[in-house]
Nanobody
Framework: QVQLVESGGGLVQPGGSLRLSCAAS????????MGWYYQAPGTERELVAR???????NYADPVKGRFTNSRDNAKNTVFLQMNSLKPEDTAVYYC??????????????WGKGTLVNVSS
């Protein structure tokens, strides 16, 4: 099995910064695209950013220029640097990954989420 564990969420004032991390572990041969999604109360889960194994990124329009998605392939870890945070960024942030497992299946996995609360 594969586990994705997020960390780095918390309470931050508007204009502040947070860095989220997500480490994948378990029966992994390789990881293709990794990314972040967010879900605010009463809304659907939406894409924040994603990054291919080769480092190509794409971002949702609301976070362009403020958030940076990066990864460490050797450590099966993806990061989300969030700057200039706004109250509307408040949500649970979920890590997502397309994993090639050791039994040669390509499967999509989710983390359990980490709460980001932007409030004064």
């Amino acid at each position: 099995q594969v586990q994705l564990v997020e960390s780095g969420g918390g309470l931050v004032q508007p204009g502040g910064s947070l860095r989220l991390s997500c480490a994948a572990s378990g029966s992994i041969l390789g990881i293709n695209t990794m990314g972040w999604y967010y879900q605010a109360p009463g809304t659907e889960r939406e894409l924040v950013a994603r990054i291919t194994r080769g480092g190509t990124t794409n971002y949702a329009d609301p976070v362009k220029g403020r958030f940076t998605n990066s990864r460490d392939n050797a450590k099966n870890t993806v990061f989300l640097q969030m700057n200039s945070l706004k109250p509307e960024d408040t949500a649970v942030y979920y890590c997502n990954a397309d994993v090639l497992t050791t039994n040669h299946y390509l499967k999509n996995f989710w983390g359990k989420g980490t709460l980001v609360n932007v409030s004064s």
